[in-house]
């Protein structure tokens, strides 16, 4: 089962990677003072997909720790298998079921 809020984050994630492509170049020549149309074009869309990119990943990281925070209860855990095909202890102490308990 998918947790809340994994497909923010990997949106987010993957806009961070194309901002890493992205914004270098365009970045550098508009810090240096020599950049043309397309590289303002360029710098303003690799702001966008990196406060987007940013928005998604804090969205995402936000909604995942939500449930970090719920109280978990036997009845409202999520077993990884069901409960009849749990092994059972070989470490367990048997139960025995109202009789006495051997005498040490």
Request: charged share 15%.
């Amino acid at each position: 089962m998918q947790s809340e809020g994994t497909w923010q984050i990997a949106v987010g994630l993957i806009f961070l990677a194309v901002t890493v492509f992205v914004l270098p170049m365009p970045l550098f020549e508009v810090f240096s003072g020599i950049a043309g149309q397309g590289a303002v074009a360029l710098f303003g869309l690799g702001l966008g997909l990196l406060v987007v990119g940013l928005g998604f990943v804090a969205v995402g990281l936000r909604k995942r720790s939500r449930n970090l925070r719920t109280a978990r209860s036997y009845d409202t855990r999520e077993p990884s298998a069901s409960d009849e095909d749990r092994p059972v202890n070989p470490h367990a102490l048997p139960n025995t079921y109202g009789a006495f308990p051997p005498a040490s």
